[in-house]
Nanobody
């Protein structure tokens, strides 16, 4: 089992950047692919980005491609989501999630076993 704790959210203006962190504790972090999801008020939770358990592959939703970057630093048991050129539509609660030794990068919420508590990102226009 792994526990996840997000941090780094906040209130920013359109065009600004934020970096979210997801600190893991518990079982070997390096064995987990890490996903990022977000949920805006009144909407379903949606996939944002993911990085493979060896860090060699990343995958992004079309809405964030070219603006967001997923990374990880296994020595610190931490995954990151660098968010640049933020837009008001990016406003949501952002969650990190862990998927144990998957064969491919997952984009569905049901494929992730562990979730953090979420961190609020608000982008003003």
């Amino acid at each position: 089992q792994v526990q996840l704790l997000e941090s780094g959210g906040g209130l920013v203006q359109a065009g600004d950047s934020l970096r979210l962190s997801c600190k893991a504790s518990g079982r070997a972090f390096s064995n987990y692919a890490m996903g990022w999801f977000r949920q805006a008020p009144g909407k379903e939770r949606e996939f944002v980005a993911a990085i493979s358990w060896r860090g060699g592959d990343t995958y992004y939703a079309d809405s964030v491609k070219g603006r967001f970057t997923a990374s990880r630093y296994d020595a610190w048991d931490t995954a990151y989501l660098q968010m640049n050129s933020l837009k008001p539509d990016d406003t949501a609660v952002y969650y990190c999630a862990a998927d144990y030794l998957p064969s491919t990068i997952a984009t569905l919420t049901t494929e992730y076993h562990y979730w953090g508590q979420g961190t609020q990102v608000t982008v003003s226009s």
